[in-house]
């Protein structure tokens, strides 16, 4: 995916892997390992998450999940996504690493984008901001960060402020939230005009985000009670291209980077009676299938979420995708949303 959001008509479907940066496998030898083993093997993206505090109680539910309890608990390991960009970054070559997503805003939003440039700038320009607004309130009253009710708000407010800071000498912002004047912040970061965008979430608000203010839609699919099967997301992406017309954007710089599990059969495996494998499960060529009707369907980029939390089996799914998978996928069919 260039700099713009969408892909070059060069290339075909990029292809990545989120990582564990939670819970027991949230180990520099087991991330490590995991990144340069993509590297290796030429993927385009790996991801990591963000949480700063884990309450010990909620009042909303995890989106993700039926059952709307946050997977592992509050008692679990959770790296800081920050330093852990930058950690991967040094430890690779080519790949490119996205914070998937940032809760914008859980932190000050200037010492953020200096962090951020810092590491797109030591890295070469392989930094990949993921953006959202948080689904937690009281992670939102531990940080003592922006009233939750008014997350939307200060998030689109901070992406403002960081893109200003990014690409102006002189940056200068007057908002509700945050004003800034009278100072300059330098290295700006390695990508121009600054590291890609990607917007989570499937909400209206969130397709409104990022028709005005990303690079790319970065769903989660698949999980939980969100589906997002590639008809559906088709129908979102025509909603967020008519949203980038009307605010005067070309809605053909903004793509998908979809991201969903991965349960890769055996070549000969057989689907079970009843109803049909969800999308991205099943043996090679049903999940090549997938993939091709979510390219059609407008994606760009798809992220894996590993089906199985086991470095070894992590590290042979990955070889598997790369040797089985990756080279049958056709290099870009026609769109069903332009």
Do not use: C
């Not at 520099?28 to 590297?39: E, F, S, Y």
């Not at 407008?298 to 470095?311: A, Q």
Request: glycine fraction near 10%.
């Amino acid at each position: 995916m260039k700099q713009g959001g969408a892909s070059s008509g060069r290339r075909g479907l990029e292809l990545g892997w989120s990582l564990p940066s939670r819970g027991p496998l949230a180990r520099v030898d087991v991330l490590t390992r995991l990144a340069r083993t993509a590297d290796t093997l030429g993927y385009s993206v790996v991801t990591i998450s963000d949480h700063i505090v884990l309450p010990t109680r909620s009042s909303a539910p995890y989106p993700y999940d039926k059952t709307g309890a946050f997977p592992g608990g509050a008692q679990q390991d959770y790296l800081e996504p920050i330093p852990l960009a930058a950690w991967l970054l040094a430890a690779t070559r080519r790949l490119r690493v996205a914070i998937s997503v940032l809760v914008v805003p859980y932190r000050n939003p200037v010492v953020t984008a200096k962090q951020l440039a810092t590491i797109d700038a030591l890295s070469g320009g392989r930094l990949v901001v993921g953006v959202g607004v948080g689904w937690w309130p009281e992670e939102f009253e531990a940080l003592a960060a922006p009233p939750f009710t008014e997350r939307g708000a200060a998030t689109d407010e901070y992406l403002r402020l960081m893109k200003t800071l990014w690409t102006q000498d002189d940056p200068r912002f007057d908002g509700k939230y945050y004003r800034i004047a009278d100072v300059t912040m330098f290295p700006k970061p390695a990508q121009k005009p600054h590291p890609p965008i990607w917007v989570g979430g499937h909400t209206d608000a969130a397709l409104r985000r990022t028709a005005v203010l990303g690079d790319a839609w970065h769903p989660i699919g698949l999980r939980g009670p969100v589906g997002l099967g590639p008809d559906d997301l088709a129908e979102k992406m025509k909603r967020i291209r008519a949203l980038a017309r009307q605010a005067g954007r070309d809605p053909s710089t903004i793509g998908v980077a979809f991201r969903g599990p991965l349960d890769l059969w055996p070549a000969s495996g057989k689907p079970p009676t009843g109803d049909a494998p969800r999308p991205l499960t099943g043996p090679p060529a049903k999940v090549v299938a997938d993939l091709q009707a979510y390219q059609a369907a407008g994606v760009d980029t798809v992220v894996f979420d590993f089906p199985k939390p086991d470095p070894a089996a992590m590290a042979a799914v990955m070889r598997r995708v790369a040797r089985e998978v990756r080279p049958r996928l056709a290099r870009r069919p026609a769109s069903r949303t332009r």
